[in-house]
Nanobody
Framework: VQLQAYGGGLVQAGGSLRLSCAAS????????VGWFRQAPGKEREFVAT????????YLADFVKGRFTISRDNAKNTVYLQMSSLKPEDTAVYYC????????????????WGQGTQVTVSS
């Protein structure tokens, strides 16, 4: 499965962005999809994930209450809605997919998108 992440950009602190992760090659059916991010000089970290069959969502503590993850089966797309953005949210955001269930470590994901830059200005 090929993944494409898009929707990043420059936003002021307190603003919102919606990232999208679109699959091609095959559908997301039965795949869990996760979002990770990597800031300059830091390791890549887990942000959120959603299971495909049950739609269960899991969020990192530092984004709870600000970010939501959702999916649109018909469009074969997973979204990361980000609100109340902070400068520390600045990073390259990646989406990834794995089969069959969710995982919280990047080593558990076999398929990756190219990443989209999110920059939050203070």
């Amino acid at each position: 499965v090929q993944l494409q992440a898009y929707g990043g950009g420059l936003v002021q602190a307190g603003g919102s962005l919606r990232l999208s992760c679109a699959a091609s090659g095959r559908t997301f059916s039965n795949y869990a999809v996760g979002w990770f991010r990597q800031a300059p000089g830091k390791e890549r970290e887990f942000v959120a994930t959603i299971s495909w069959t049950e739609g269960r969502t899991y969020l990192a503590d530092f984004v709870k209450g600000r970010f939501t993850i959702s999916r649109d089966n018909a469009k074969n797309t997973v979204y990361l809605q980000m609100s109340s953005l902070k400068p520390e949210d600045t990073a390259v955001y990646y989406c990834a997919a794995r089969y069959p269930g969710v995982a919280f470590s990047d080593s558990g994901y076999a398929y990756w998108g190219q990443g989209t830059q999110v920059t939050v200005s203070s």
